[in-house]
Every structure is written in C-alpha cells, then in structure tokens.
C-alpha cells in the first residue's frame, strides 16, 4: 500500500489540509457552544410545553385560540363595571374599605391633616415611639378602671422588637375596641396567675398580590378569654360589626363548669360560661412608598 508522507505533500495540499481541520475544529466548537445548548433548551422547552397541555386539560381550560380569548374576555368583562352593574374589582375595593374604616375616626383624630399630607399619611408615615408609649399609657389607665391590666410586653414580646409603630397602635386601638365591648355587655376578663388579664395579641397577618410586593392589608388578630352568659356574649358579638366597626370572629371556644362542680341541690341550669374568642381588625395600607412603606411589616406573609 502506497502511502504519503506529510512532508512530501505539495504546499497547496497542507494548505488544504490545514483549513478543512480549521472548519471541522469551527463547526465542533459552534457545536458543542451553540448548536447543543440550543437543542438542549428545546427538549426542555418541549417538555414544559407538555407538562403545561396536560395541566391545562386537566383544569378544563379550553385550548383552543378563539375559545379561550372568548373565555379570557367573560373574564375581564367580570372585573369591570359594565351596564350599570359592579365588576369584581369595584366590589373587592368595597368591601376593603369597609373592612378597614374601623381606624378612620382614630387615625383622624391623632394625626389632623395638613395640607400637605392626610391624616393617613401622618399616622403611616411619621407615627413615632413616644406616640405608641402616650396611647399604651392612656388605654392602660381606662382598662384600670375595669380592673383590666395590660402590659407592654403583650404588644412587644421580643425586646428587639422592629414591628413599626403604626402597627402597635393598631393593635391597641383593636384591643380598646374589644375591651370596651365586652366591658359594656357585662363579660368578665380573666385573669393569669400574674394578674394580667388574658388578652393574647397575635402575629400581624400581611396579605399580598406577589412576594416582592408590600402588603395592601393587614390584619391584627386578638384573642380573649372572658366569662358571662349566653345572652351577654351574644350582645357582644352583635356590636363588634356596624357602619364604622369591622371586627369579625375568628375562632370560638365556649365551655361550662362541669356538672360536679355545682352544690348538692343548687339548680343545674347553666349561666356562666366560659368564651376563648380571637376577633381581627384590619388596616389597608397606604400604596404610596414613602419612608415606612418601604419596611416590610412583621408577621406571616399571604397571598
């Protein structure tokens, strides 16, 4: 078998040789960097693509174009206002506004309007600690009178507490809402073994459209343990939702003294009892993003 050295070759044919090794190096680099990751991203995409056909079978969504633009506008025909008839959108900021107003009165009166700013801006805005301390100190000196105590440290538990201070005050104003209730509906406070009265104040709920997004509600919820009769709680419980009120009930526990522990020949009918309620206010927050806008408020974030 004949064969050619390299060095016997004619320059044109290493000139040759040395270019189509040059294309096949090229063509293997654009291969493995271009062509591969592209084909590569297509079987993924391919497969999303897939994944999403199946979801959307199973959803019931219609995959055909012109039914599901059709479907996509009922949609946001039933957003908007149209005919003279509420969309979703106007009735979810209703019944927001509604839900929220509980503050309004409160908020006006400790932080009067300028003319630059609402009285909402002050309070969201410019709330300080002094501002929380004189508030604590005033509703603490009403509930004495109803022989209720109230400590700061069932507002702030963590001494490195960073909640801001508009959302402490919220939660006191919802506390003098629910005490001053039960207070005028003849309902008694328990109390703990350290006098305190049993008024437990839980972690704010912030709700949200998306993760990045600040919350545009929040909610305080506020547990008490009291006793009374039927007809007292009842009374209460009517008065915690009117025009200007919006403190609805959470949970419920209502227990009685067991039958054991009444006297020997004192009538079984049962008056007392025993109420665990948790009821929550809730507070629409400014969207403008100014100083606190910007700080996250503490609590259990949901969409």
């Given at each position: ?5 390299y060095?016997?070759?004619p ?7 040395h270019?189509?090794a040059a ?11 271009g ?5 590569k991203?297509?079987a993924s995409?391919e497969e999303?693509i ?6 959307l ?6 995959l055909?174009?012109t ?8 949609c ?10 509420k ?12 839900a929220t ?19 909402m ?9 002094i ?21 700061q ?42 006098g ?43 008065s ?6 919006f403190?609805p ?46 700080k996250?408020p503490?609590?259990?974030a949901?969409?």
């Amino acid at each position: 078998m004949y064969k050619t050295n390299y060095r016997d070759l004619p320059h044109r044919h290493k000139k040759l040789l040395h270019l189509t090794a040059a294309a096949l190096l090229v063509m293997l680099v654009m291969m493995w960097f271009g062509i591969y990751p592209r084909m590569k991203w297509r079987a993924s995409f391919e497969e999303q693509i897939m994944e999403e056909r199946a979801k959307l079978k199973k959803s019931g969504v219609p995959l055909d174009a012109t039914v599901l633009n059709a479907h996509i506008r009922e949609c946001i025909d039933s957003l908007e206002d149209k005919n003279g008839s509420k969309g979703l959108v106007s009735i979810s900021n209703e019944i927001i506004e509604k839900a929220t107003r509980t503050f309004d009165d409160d908020i006006r009166e400790a932080y009067p309007a300028t003319e630059t700013a609402s009285s909402m801006e002050l309070f969201y805005n410019n709330s300080t600690r002094i501002d929380y301390k004189d508030l604590f100190d005033r509703i603490s000196s009403e509930f004495k009178e109803y022989d209720i105590s109230i400590s700061q440290k069932t507002f702030e538990p963590d001494e490195d507490n960073s909640e801001p201070v508009f959302q402490l005050m919220l939660k006191l104003w919802t506390t003098r809402y629910l005490v001053r209730a039960a207070v005028k509906n003849n309902l008694t406070l328990a109390k703990n073994e350290d006098g305190l009265s049993r008024i437990n104040v839980m972690r704010t709920a912030a709700y949200t459209l998306s993760q990045n997004e600040n919350p545009y509600l929040l909610e305080f919820p506020i547990a008490l343990r009291f006793s009374g009769t039927m007809e007292n709680f009842l009374s209460f419980m009517k008065s915690l939702q009117n025009d200007n009120l919006f403190l609805p009930m959470k949970t419920i526990s209502v227990k009685s003294k067991p039958p054991v522990d009444f006297p020997p020949g004192e009538s079984r009918n049962i008056t007392e009892l025993d109420f665990r309620i948790t009821c929550s206010s809730f507070f629409n927050t400014p969207q403008d993003k100014n100083d606190k806008g910007n700080k996250s408020p503490n609590g259990d974030a949901r969409k």
